[in-house]
């Protein structure tokens, strides 16, 4: 196995530029995951509903940062999947529980936008 050397670190400027490089494949990488895709129609269809039904800038604003927030959350689930696929290739008790409280704390984000927007519409 060929190892490879590790990259020096960046700092200042090359740092940010770096950083903004990573996150950009991470979003490349999210994307391409149905479940991700699949959320962001979500959000994206209750912004219109929100605002169709002439919801204020704030309570849209809300929805928009719990949205990103499901992305974190749904940043940090896939990278949990990659990494207990590749620890478990095989099925184990282990690796079902680590992606099952994965799944759940994406759940639970879809489930705060969802009472928001219930807020919202109720209000």
């Given at each position: 196995?060929d190892?490879?050397?590790?990259?020096?670190?960046?700092?200042?400027?090359?740092?940010?530029?770096?950083?903004?490089?990573?996150?950009?494949?991470?979003?490349?990488?999210?994307?391409?995951?149905?479940?991700?895709?699949?959320?962001?129609?979500?959000?994206?269809?209750?912004?219109?509903?929100?605002?169709?039904?002439?919801?204020?800038?704030?309570?849209?604003?809300?929805?928009?940062?719990i949205?990103?927030?499901?992305?974190?959350?749904e940043?940090?689930?896939?990278?949990?999947?990659?990494?207990?696929?590749?620890?478990?290739?095989?099925w184990?008790?282990?690796?079902?529980?680590?992606?099952?409280?994965?799944?759940l704390?994406?759940?639970?984000?879809?489930?705060?936008?969802?009472?928001?927007?219930?807020?919202?519409?109720?209000?």
């Amino acid at each position: 196995m060929d190892k490879q050397q590790k990259p020096s670190r960046k700092s200042g400027l090359a740092h940010f530029f770096a950083a903004a490089g990573y996150s950009a494949g991470g979003l490349r990488r999210l994307a391409q995951e149905s479940a991700f895709r699949q959320e962001m129609v979500l959000v994206l269809s209750l912004v219109i509903l929100l605002a169709v039904l002439g919801a204020s800038l704030p309570e849209i604003a809300v929805l928009l940062a719990i949205g990103l927030g499901l992305v974190a959350v749904e940043a940090l689930n896939t990278a949990l999947e990659v990494l207990v696929d590749h620890l478990s290739p095989d099925w184990s008790a282990w690796a079902m529980e680590a992606k099952d409280l994965g799944s759940l704390a994406v759940a639970c984000v879809i489930g705060a936008m969802l009472i928001h927007v219930g807020v919202v519409l109720i209000w």
